[in-house]
């Protein structure tokens, strides 16, 4: 089979693949944008013309995520690392103590930021069933009263684990959805504040989406820099400083795309279906492996072994030559990792079990 | 004069226009870069591929400003206004008081934000000479002794003023070269940190270079949000978090069209000629004016305003046909402002100039 850029499928965690039609157009737009004969990365923040790309691309957002009315979405900078420290910054008022869920290494991330600014409760969520990865039930999660705010990060890339359920309190309830954004139906008015890096399931690396609820819009420490405080980019739009204005632009065309293939509903059936296929490929295999319990398993990122891990590197290598790019797992675990974002087609993981397949006749 | 993209000359004071050659190689690898069937920024930053980019951008960047050893080079997220508040949280240490050169708007921003962190000594080093704005000069700045560091902005984008000289001390000396950087030739040995945000003569919003001399990296405040700590993005490499790749791989290419240009030497030659070109025709004209005193005009920002300011939205208009973009002037003074970063050519520069004689002899 010869590769074409059509049959080229990349696996990547983050940054990640983002839609090719996504891809295409911005190319074919990209010096001569809107017939400005300039392009959208070249223009002031303030024109109209990127004014329109803004609004629009909010407005796909609360559409697609059915975001209300009291809810503020910024566009931030920093990426999720500086959520971690904007988060308590922002959230913790009069408060000294916050709630974090640990489900794995971003949740761990998170807190070892937050530890800088107040007391955390951590609250270890692992445990394990079957000799396989899982968490705790949320029911089963406590929380401390004292606690400003309970956060939890539903998707963990690295541990290849997924929390569908939600911290069942009164606080408000942050999540880090970097990975898993838009990938499935959520019910944004059960939660504070949401934020997600863009390099997975909305666009390039350099932007971060953070949506607010508004009475917590009050809050800030006074030691937080304006660039980190949502109320501050409340006020101004998510234009406080220069916004990084390509990477919204680009985040604004998936998000048109989004709602062209059917919505976060229409998209929540592909990646079940994608990660049933691959994870059912995985366990009718005795040559490949997931450590994560079925009741927790991503339906993002899907780390896997090789029976035999000294064949990991013909693996990735033949894989690559096939196509199948960047399936290489987190330096932390090893192994590999499919990462199944929005931007993977099904077509796309049907090529890398069939390419499993293949691997395991000849080499298990 | 058919318009193509060849003679669209754009003036926008950032997000500002990127070179053109530049510009047409990142068009061609968009969606298919070095042959990996994906773009640059749908891979890895810890992939050996990007590490590439990053590594060579950063020796570039070393070459063309001839940064010594003892520098380090970051690569940073938020812009300069995350500098504003990064700058006094990373170089108190003990001391609670900083001088900052006040010249204009930016400087004026950066003790807004620096004020919530410390005592600010502002010197005003705003001045008039025969009726025009001009700047105190730098021997008779008076520089607090409890000051940690002296900040100045030596090239104010809205006020059009261009500082040429450095304050007179021994404590670290602090500039936003947001606007002029790699315009003229600079002694970085002469400075503590030099910031400056890409979207001007570096690269796409989004990205925001930090060039820290090793010993103030011991310094940083414990409330510093890890993300704006110049010692942990040292310590990585500046991928503590993801980076904006994208905009990091453009502002590389910039780097290397400036050292194919002659390098910053070569620049500012040209800068030269580009702003005496257009001060030529403003002052040789009783049409046109330009209020700040020859000393300290901007290379990099030339505002000037109509001798009859109702015809603004006419010279705009015709200018925007004629393919010259981006002229309006800054909503806080109004008339007009062309920027000649390092991407404007001579050529347009020249188109811009022919332009105003016209409209002279066909509206004055």
């Not at 107040?118 to 009263?145: H, L, M, Q, R, Y």
């Not at 959520?186 to 971060?208: F, H, L, R, T």
């Not at 006020?235 to 059917?262: C, H, I, R």
């Not at 929540?268 to 997931?290: G, Q, R, T, W």
């Amino acid at each position: 089979m010869e590769l074409t850029l059509d049959n080229v499928f990349n696996f990547s965690a983050g940054p990640a693949a983002l839609p090719k039609p996504v891809m295409k157009q911005a190319q074919a737009d990209f010096i001569d944008w809107n017939g400005l004969g300039t392009s959208v990365m070249e223009i002031s923040h303030r024109s109209k013309e990127f004014i329109q790309v803004a609004d629009e691309s909010e407005q796909d957002l609360r559409d697609l995520l059915n975001i209300p009315d009291n809810y503020k979405v910024l566009f931030c900078q920093g990426g999720a690392r500086a959520q971690f420290a904007a988060v308590p910054l922002n959230l913790l008022g009069d408060a000294t103590k916050a709630t974090y869920i640990d489900a794995g290494y971003w949740a761990e991330s998170a807190v070892t930021e937050a530890s800088k600014y107040c007391e955390i409760d951590v609250f270890n969520a692992k445990t394990s069933i079957d000799g396989k990865a899982a968490v705790v039930p949320a029911k089963d999660w406590k929380i401390d009263p004292e606690a400003a705010y309970v956060h939890f990060c539903p998707n963990e890339t690295i541990d290849g684990i997924e929390i569908s359920e939600l911290p069942q309190t009164d606080k408000p309830i942050v999540a880090d959805m970097s990975s898993n954004i838009l990938s499935r139906k959520i019910d944004v008015s059960q939660y504070g504040v949401i934020y997600a890096g863009a390099q997975k399931n909305i666009g390039p690396a350099g932007i971060c989406i953070a949506i607010v609820r508004d009475d917590l819009l009050e809050l800030a420490n006074d030691v937080l820099p304006s660039i980190l405080n949502y109320k501050v980019l409340a006020e101004k739009d998510s234009m406080f400083n220069t916004p990084p204005t390509y990477a919204w632009y680009l985040s604004g065309l998936v998000f048109k795309w989004l709602k062209a293939q059917g919505g976060v509903e229409a998209m929540e059936l592909v990646n079940k279906e994608k990660a049933a296929l691959l994870y059912d490929a995985i366990d009718s295999s005795a040559f490949y492996k997931n450590d994560v319990h079925t009741a927790n398993r991503s339906r993002m990122n899907v780390p896997f072994q090789l029976a035999k891990p000294e064949l990991d590197g013909k693996f990735l290598e033949l894989a690559d030559a096939a196509g199948l790019k960047s399936l290489k797992g987190h330096r932390a675990v090893g192994g590999m990792r499919a990462s199944l974002y929005n931007a993977m087609s099904l077509e796309g993981v049907q090529a890398l079990v069939s390419f499993m397949k293949d691997f395991e006749e000849k080499y298990a």
